[in-house]
Structures are given as structure tokens and as C-alpha cells.
């Protein structure tokens, strides 16, 4: 299989917090790419939702939910790919 992606996708495990309508929810990320995250939350959350996610020590992003399936969403960030990409290589194991 052909990978068709821009940028790669690296597995990682990294608590994060995700803001939806003011609220916060506890969430683990466990894939990463500059262009956006694959998360474990336990809730489901509308496509095109507007959303701003907490990365530990590295702040906070805004981002848009692209797709949601079960307790697994993907967002994509709304930032410059290379200033995300700095902050994710530390993420990686």
C-alpha cells in the first residue's frame, strides 16, 4: 500500500486536554503529525467542530476536528506545519 500522506505519522502517548464549548476534557493523544493528531477521548465530537487542544508543557493549539469515530477523533491544526513539527519530535518515544 501506497502511504499518501504530506508529512509522516509517528505513534506517541501524550496526555493532552482538549477545549469543546468551554469545556475541558481529558484526552491522550497516541499518533502525531505536524499537520494534526489522532486522540483517545472519550466522547464524540462533530466533524468541523473548532476546538483547542493542551499539550502538556507545550501549550495550547487551535485546531479543527476532521473526523470522529468512536472514542478515537482526528483533529487538524490551524498553525504553520513547521512551527508544530518542532513540538511534536519531542513527543516522540
Avoid at 487551535?62 to 519530535?89: K, N, R, S, Y
Amino acid at each position: 500500500m501506497v502511504n499518501k500522506r504530506s508529512f509522516p505519522r509517528e505513534t506517541v502517548r501524550a496526555k493532552a486536554r482538549l477545549r469543546v464549548d468551554d469545556q475541558w476534557h481529558d484526552c491522550l493523544i497516541t499518533n502525531s503529525s505536524c499537520l494534526g493528531v489522532r486522540l483517545y477521548l472519550r466522547m464524540s465530537v462533530a466533524t468541523s467542530k473548532a476546538v483547542r487542544i493542551q499539550i502538556a508543557e507545550f501549550g495550547q493549539f487551535d485546531a479543527a476536528v476532521v473526523w470522529c469515530e468512536g472514542d478515537e477523533t482526528g483533529l487538524q491544526f490551524e498553525h504553520d506545519p513547521a512551527e508544530i513539527a518542532g513540538m511534536l519530535a519531542a513527543l516522540a518515544p
